[in-house]
Nanobody, 124 residues
């Protein structure tokens, strides 16, 4: 059974940094894409970043490009989201997700497995 467990959320001041982690287990992830999404209250789930596990290719949403970095640790089956220069509008619940189609896509419905989320709060 696939499990994705996020950690690393918290409260940070605007301009600060956080690093989120997503520990994956239950299968081989070498033919998957791992993504990060976020959802703020009253808003739709938004694509943040994705990484193709096999090649390390990455893709970012426009709102985080240049500030966030997604990476992976193959040995630990863990994906990271380094978030720098955080803004109040980055505050949301952040979710890790995995898809089986092995292509980077930005649509949440294309992802098969989801973590429980971790909350990020950014104070101004």
């Amino acid at each position: 059974q696939v499990q994705l467990v996020e950690s690393g959320g918290g409260l940070v001041q605007a301009g600060g940094s956080l690093r989120l982690s997503c520990a994956a287990s239950g299968r081989t992830f070498s033919s998957t894409v791992m993504g990060w999404f976020r959802q703020a209250p009253g808003k739709e789930r938004e694509f943040v970043a994705a990484i193709r596990w096999s090649t390390g290719r990455t893709y970012y949403g426009d709102s985080v490009k240049g500030r966030f970095t997604i990476s992976r640790d193959n040995a630990k089956n863990t994906v990271f989201l380094q978030m720098n220069s955080l803004k109040p509008e980055d505050a949301a619940d952040y979710y890790c997700a995995s898809n089986d189609i092995d292509r980077i896509v930005v649509t949440a419905t294309a992802y098969d497995y989801w973590g429980q989320g971790t909350q990020v709060t950014v104070s101004s």
